[in-house]
């Protein structure tokens, strides 16, 4: 397989990922002196701070992807081709994909991260992540299907392992889906199974340091933790998850917790590329960067986002938060730069303008924090609402999304609970996947053959 893209007189710009920081990228080089080509593993942007909602049934995958062959449908010298990076060759400004092998004048890394299990490689492969569109329908699945289990099971001890749902994590993410899921418990399973018992179905939200949102105030960190609590959901901090055995979410301290829905959100890593020098990487397998978002080492490759640190920004010397916002004004900047560097201009350097941050627990319950002021409870929600669905792309997305949360606010209830397994497309998948795995094998030894 290869790209299939004509050779152009303009330099070519590789971009590797769709995600907040690629997508202004490739957005701000339209009409540019460059031929841009994306890269990403899925064909469709996703909006990560509403993926939890896709786990808990809220609203539809749909509202919150959106096809790049869309976005970019009316661009001049722009293509987009659906392939993983697997391993760059500088000295020949090579890049090689699970589809084939590119040359490029400029490089991007825009990967993003995916989970984190910190070298435990049993918890992961028991554990359900929710880092993508995919796993958090993986989620869903998994929830409504212990759900209807559990009305049928055999044993209490299976009734119980099935009713409990632990959640490992205390970022944003973690408090948004046990606030997701205490909704669910309130408002749906009165109506959708009477056969169960609120109080039977009970919500664990494990975290390691000593409070939730370590990255906001103790004032909000606090105010979340109350909302939690007053919802139902049992707070543990100061505990540290070891195992999962036997169904059982196994604590250091010795003690357990049985449970069949096991979710993992704590932490992220950098997603990993090949043949990239160990010098090169920082605290978390992050793309050591200058002030100008180049890869240290390398003069024409770039990475931007939460792939990268970088330590020359005064206000971070130890980086950036992994946050959309630091991805969009990466990305932003570098697309000036980049066009700066056609015209032979000078490159600026990044700072980081910090915008706030904000994350949300539940109907009217949300904390917000923002550089004059900070904010709790039914105003925050506001303000989580109002900035989330300006950010969604595309109009219908925004009309699909602010729909289904009018209709949650009034009929108390999420609407979209289907359990759906496509088995066949997943085995289609995984063979094309191995298939290219093997390709790029053998691509890869060829390359290094000829270097």
Same mark, same amino acid.
């Given at each position: 397989?290869?790209?299939?893209?004509?050779?152009?007189?303009?330099?070519?710009?590789?971009?590797?990922?769709?995600?907040?920081?690629?997508?202004?990228?490739?957005?701000?080089?339209?009409?540019?002196?460059?031929?841009?080509?994306?890269?990403?593993?899925?064909?469709?942007?996703?909006?990560?701070?509403?993926?939890?909602?896709?786990?808990?049934?809220?609203?539809?995958?749909?509202?919150?992807?959106?096809?790049?062959?869309?976005?970019?449908?009316?661009?001049?010298?722009?293509?987009?081709?659906?392939?993983?990076?697997?391993?760059?060759?500088?000295?020949?400004?090579?890049?090689?994909?699970?589809?084939?092998?590119?040359?490029?004048?400029?490089?991007?890394?825009?990967?993003?991260?995916?989970?984190?299990?910190?070298?435990?490689?049993?918890?992961?492969?028991?554990?359900i992540p929710m880092k993508t569109l995919a796993e958090?329908?993986?989620?869903?699945?998994?929830?409504?299907?212990?759900?209807?289990?559990?009305?049928?099971?055999?044993?209490?001890?299976?009734?119980?392992?099935?009713?409990?749902?632990?959640?490992?994590?205390?970022?944003?993410?973690?408090?948004?889906?046990?606030?997701?899921?205490?909704?669910?418990?309130?408002?749906?399973?009165?109506?959708?199974?009477?056969?169960?018992?609120?109080?039977?179905?009970?919500?664990?939200?494990?975290?390691?340091?000593?409070?939730?949102?370590?990255?906001?105030?103790?004032?909000?960190?606090?105010?979340?933790?109350?909302?939690?609590?007053?919802?139902?959901?049992?707070?543990?901090?100061?505990?540290?998850?070891?195992?999962?055995?036997?169904?059982?979410?196994?604590?250091?301290?010795?003690?357990?917790?049985?449970?069949?829905?096991?979710?993992?959100?704590?932490?992220?890593?950098?997603?990993?590329?090949?043949?990239?020098?160990?010098? =090169?990487?920082? &605290? +978390? #397998? !992050?793309?050591k960067v200058d002030a100008y978002n180049r890869v240290?080492? *390398?003069?024409? $490759?770039?990475?931007?986002?939460?792939?990268?640190?970088?330590?020359?920004?005064?206000?971070?010397?130890?980086?950036?938060?992994?946050?959309?916002?630091?991805?969009?004004?990466?990305?932003?900047?570098?697309?000036?730069?980049?066009? =700066?560097?056609? &015209? +032979? #201009? !000078?490159?600026?350097?990044?700072?980081?303008?910090?915008?706030?941050? *904000?994350?949300? $627990?539940?109907?009217?319950?949300?904390?917000?924090?923002?550089?004059?002021?900070?904010?709790?409870?039914?105003?925050?929600?506001?303000?989580?609402?109002?900035?989330?669905?300006?950010?969604?792309?595309?109009?219908?997305?925004?009309?699909?999304?602010?729909?289904?949360?009018?209709?949650?606010?009034?009929?108390?209830?999420?609407?979209?609970?289907?359990?759906?397994?496509?088995?066949?497309?997943?085995?289609?998948?995984?063979?094309?996947?191995?298939?290219?795995?093997?390709?790029?094998?053998?691509?890869?030894?060829?390359?290094?053959?000829?270097?």
């Amino acid at each position: 397989m290869s790209f299939n893209i004509e050779q152009s007189e303009k330099k070519r710009v590789v971009i590797v990922g769709g995600g907040f920081g690629g997508l202004r990228l490739a957005n701000r080089l339209r009409n540019s002196p460059y031929q841009v080509v994306l890269i990403d593993k899925n064909n469709y942007h996703q909006f990560p701070p509403l993926i939890y909602q896709i786990a808990s049934a809220g609203i539809e995958p749909s509202a919150i992807a959106f096809p790049f062959r869309k976005i970019f449908k009316k661009c001049h010298d722009f293509y987009y081709r659906m392939a993983e990076a697997r391993a760059i060759f500088p000295d020949q400004k090579i890049l090689q994909t699970s589809i084939g092998k590119i040359k490029y004048d400029y490089l991007v890394f825009a990967a993003g991260t995916t989970s984190n299990f910190f070298g435990n490689k049993h918890i992961e492969e028991e554990a359900i992540p929710m880092k993508t569109l995919a796993e958090a329908m993986g989620l869903r699945n998994a929830l409504l299907g212990n759900l209807e289990r559990s009305v049928t099971c055999a044993t209490e001890q299976e009734r119980r392992e099935l009713l409990n749902i632990v959640i490992v994590g205390g970022g944003a993410t973690g408090i948004e889906i046990a606030g997701a899921i205490a909704e669910m418990r309130r408002y749906v399973l009165p109506k959708d199974y009477p056969e169960l018992k609120g109080e039977e179905l009970h919500i664990y939200l494990i975290e390691a340091c000593d409070r939730l949102l370590s990255g906001m105030s103790q004032q909000s960190s606090q105010k979340a933790k109350e909302f939690l609590e007053d919802m139902g959901v049992k707070v543990m901090l100061n505990k540290m998850v070891t195992d999962y055995d036997d169904h059982k979410v196994v604590l250091a301290d010795g003690t357990s917790i049985p449970t069949r829905s096991f979710i993992w959100v704590s932490g992220v890593r950098a997603n990993t590329i090949g043949n990239m020098p160990e010098t =090169s990487l920082g &605290r +978390g #397998g !992050r793309i050591k960067v200058d002030a100008y978002n180049r890869v240290e080492g *390398m003069d024409d $490759v770039f990475c931007i986002g939460d792939q990268c640190i970088m330590t020359a920004d005064p206000s971070y010397p130890k980086g950036h938060p992994q946050l959309a916002q630091v991805a969009i004004q990466q990305g932003g900047l570098l697309a000036d730069n980049l066009r =700066s560097m056609a &015209r +032979g #201009g !000078r490159l600026r350097p990044f700072t980081y303008r910090n915008l706030g941050s *904000m994350a949300t $627990v539940g109907r009217n319950r949300a904390v917000a924090e923002f550089a004059s002021f900070k904010t709790q409870g039914w105003m925050a929600w506001l303000l989580w609402l109002v900035v989330h669905l300006r950010s969604i792309l595309g109009v219908r997305n925004r009309i699909a999304v602010f729909f289904s949360w009018i209709w949650d606010y009034v009929s108390y209830g999420h609407s979209i609970r289907l359990i759906v397994y496509a088995r066949k497309a997943k085995e289609v998948a995984d063979r094309e996947r191995r298939e290219a795995t093997t390709h790029w094998g053998e691509d890869l030894i060829k390359a290094g053959q000829g270097k």
